[in-house]
């Protein structure tokens, strides 16, 4: 329930509480969202964002307190691993995760500012499209793109979309769209704290897949 989403105060100090609160509640959500609209294009994405905090979840339950935060995971990667490292472990893991989350991120915030469709204003293709656009499409050849291009019309309208964000209650949008506000707050500052630690440590890649 969007109601219940908690953001984290500093990102970068407690990956358990990233991974829990962030990622498990609204990530989740927003993913079951596509899963209960019955789209089948959801599960591929699904599958590979689940697979991202399994990863980084095992990596800091071999040793919480070493690493403690996601920092910490990166810099002890960096060292475990040498040459293979940034393309390797937990370290490759955040690197996608960190892009579908900042998709979501874009997507809710064209979202909460009224960018639509004019002539299609309950749609949230223009938003989703926007989203890919300044996040995901870079790293996706020309086949995956395609790939998105279907699966943007398998997204939901902004009605139905706003509905499953409030857990089935029929909301006013301007109510839903304060919440998602509220919600984008906290969140926005995590990830652009785990871009920049990207950017800051040189463990960004840029290969297309
Ligand atoms: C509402 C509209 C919805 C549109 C959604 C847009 C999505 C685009 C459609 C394309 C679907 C592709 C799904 C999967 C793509 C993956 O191939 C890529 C790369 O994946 C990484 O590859 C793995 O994530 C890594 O996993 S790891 O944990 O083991 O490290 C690793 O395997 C890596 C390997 O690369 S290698 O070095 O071997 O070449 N993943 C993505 O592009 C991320 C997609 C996230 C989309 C999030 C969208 C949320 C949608 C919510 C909508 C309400």
């Given amino acids: 329930d ?3 989403i908690e953001s984290v105060e500093d990102p970068l100090t407690c990956v358990r509480k990233f991974v829990h609160a962030a990622t498990n509640k609204c990530v989740m959500y927003v993913l079951e969202i596509g899963d209960c609209l ?4 959801f599960s591929p994405i699904k599958a590979d964002v689940t697979g991202n905090i399994t990863k980084i979840k095992n990596v800091y339950e071999t040793n919480p307190t070493k690493f403690k935060t996601l920092q910490l ?4 990667e960096k060292e475990q691993y040498g040459t293979e490292w940034p393309n390797v472990g ?3 893991a955040l690197m996608w995760l960190k892009r579908g989350l900042k998709f979501i991120q874009v997507m809710l915030q064209s979202i909460a500012d009224g960018e639509r469709d004019e002539s299609n204003p309950n749609f949230i293709r223009v938003n989703a499209t926007k ?3 300044l996040t ?3 790293y996706h050849s020309w086949f995956v793109q395609r790939l998105f291009t ?3 019309y398998a997204a939901p309208s902004k009605s139905d979309f706003m509905k499953a964000l409030s857990k089935g209650r029929e909301v006013k949008e301007e109510e839903c769209v304060e919440k998602i506000r509220q919600f984008l707050v906290n969140f926005t500052v995590t990830i652009d704290a785990i871009y920049e630690m990207y950017t800051k440590m040189n463990a960004e890649l840029d290969y297309k897949v």
């Fill in 2 to 4: 969007i109601d219940e």
């Fill in 38 to 41: 019955g789209s089948t294009v």
């Fill in 73 to 76: 995971i990166l810099e002890g």
């Fill in 90 to 92: 937990a370290t490759l």
């Fill in 131 to 133: 989203a890919y656009e």
């Fill in 136 to 138: 995901l499409k870079k």
């Fill in 150 to 152: 279907v699966a943007v």
